[in-house]
């Protein structure tokens, strides 16, 4: 029996008084991914990117472990949401117009003490200021990097489109608006380098493509490497200490961590291991968070149809943004249909030992929009589920 059809046992008999569809976590993956992620990250804290998990009991399994410090968010909401439930360092990742949560935030001490604002604009210092309930509460702010790679003048540019500020002085003269400001605090500064730590360079049947992207990341580990450095003296020359310099991504831990100028890494992809971090030379992991569709025909010899399943990921559309067919191996799509939102044929030799009502499960694409489909998760040991945790769904919290 391969690895992996031992896996699927072991899921099917955890899973045997549960009707698909179902989504498990399993456990023992979880913690030896987190394990390799704080090896990588090599005595620098790693800061658990929360849109990649999405689940507050595993968000304070992670935390309780060695190596890990403070959460990153995606919303000002569910960063007040985290705060209140006893999270007390919440780093949101990018920048806000939620005036009501900037009014909540603002009211209340011990939110904007666990609350830490990203800015990379003046005038999202103004949306803060026009929705400010309480003068005498200090707003802790944290400045954002572009880490993109330009070339030719800036004629090419590689990497996603985030801040607007690139070079020390812009970042200098964005700090000095928060220090002049009353009312704010500028504790951080962050830059994600994804297409470094969310990039695969290894692409399966791509070796010129492949060798394509790992040139490319050298070059922009190197480039931003110098210029994360200059920018944090150039910040720290104006703010003095800070208290954190963020970094890195799932993908370019070890990387990010080997800057002198980085104190803390970011991941939660890692956690999961989702089928788009399959690809890379630098780390491999295990896959942890998986979901079930049960099968409901058979049209023909080598093919079954299995309920619904066609929950595609964010990002530019294409088949590497569909989940994957993962148990029983060798299952594949139907090129004609693909994943459908309510029923999903399936191909291969595999189909014909699948019984109306079996599993086949899936491997999401992204790691914690597997989260917004499912209300709940069984977390898996061995061969049983010993508990049963909500989503941040299935706790009537959809934050996007």
């Known amino acids: 029996m391969t690895p992996r059809a031992a896996d699927r046992a072991r899921y099917d008999r955890a899973t045997a008084h549960l009707d698909a569809p179902v989504a498990i976590v399993d456990l023992e993956a979880f913690d030896a991914n987190a394990d390799d992620l704080v090896r990588r990250a090599a005595g620098k804290p790693v800061r658990v990117a929360s849109k990649s998990v999405r689940c507050r009991a595993l968000l304070e399994r992670v935390l309780a472990r060695p190596?890990?410090?403070?959460?990153?968010?995606?919303?000002?909401?569910?960063?007040?949401?985290?705060?209140r439930a006893g999270f007390d360092d919440v780093l949101l990742a990018y920048p806000s117009a939620d005036r009501a949560s900037f009014a909540e935030l603002t009211s209340d001490p011990k939110l904007a003490a666990a609350v830490t604002v990203m800015i990379d604009d003046p005038a999202q210092l103004d949306l803060v200021d026009r929705a400010r309930e309480r003068d005498d509460l200090e707003v802790r702010v944290c400045l954002e990097l572009d880490t993109s790679l330009q070339l030719l003048g800036g004629r090419v540019r590689v990497g996603a489109r985030r801040s607007p500020l690139r070079t020390p002085a812009q970042l200098a003269d964005l700090a000095r608006s928060v220090v002049r400001r009353p009312g704010f605090r500028l504790v951080g500064l962050m830059a994600y380098e994804g297409h470094v730590a969310g990039?695969?360079?290894?692409?399966?049947?791509?070796?010129?493509?492949?060798?394509?992207?790992?040139?490319?990341?050298?070059?922009?580990?190197?480039?931003?490497?110098?210029?994360?450095?200059?920018?944090?003296?150039?910040?720290?020359?104006?703010?003095?200490?800070?208290?954190?310099?963020?970094?890195?991504?799932?993908?370019?831990?070890q990387h990010t961590a080997a800057e002198a100028a980085v104190t803390e890494v970011a991941a939660g992809s890692g956690l999961y291991v989702p089928r788009l971090f399959d690809n890379y030379t630098s780390f491999s992991?295990?896959?942890?968070?998986?979901?079930?569709?049960?099968?409901?025909?058979?049209?023909?010899?080598?093919?079954v149809t299995v309920l619904g399943g066609g929950y595609p990921a964010s990002g530019a559309p294409g088949a590497d943004r569909l989940p994957v067919p993962y148990l029983p191996e060798g299952l594949r799509y139907d090129p004609q249909e693909g994943a459908g939102e309510v029923q999903t044929p399936l191909l291969g030799s595999p189909a014909d030992d699948l019984l109306i009502g079996d599993k086949v499960w899936f491997r999401h694409a992204k790691a914690g929009e597997l989260c917004e489909r499912f209300d709940e998760l069984q977390l898996v040991e061995g061969d049983r589920v010993t508990a049963t945790v909500p989503t941040y769904r299935g706790e009537g919290r959809t934050f996007l």
Do not use: C, H, K, Y
């Open 67 to 83: 190596g890990f410090a403070g959460l990153m968010s995606f919303t000002l909401a569910e960063s007040l949401w985290l705060a």
């Open 199 to 253: 990039v695969g360079d290894a692409v399966a049947g791509r070796p010129v493509r492949s060798r394509a992207i790992r040139l490319m990341q050298a070059a922009a580990r190197r480039e931003l490497a110098a210029r994360r450095g200059e920018v944090v003296r150039a910040v720290r020359a104006v703010a003095g200490d800070l208290e954190f310099v963020n970094g890195g991504g799932t993908g370019s831990v």
């Open 285 to 303: 992991g295990r896959p942890a968070a998986l979901f079930a569709q049960p099968v409901v025909r058979r049209p023909g010899v080598g093919v």
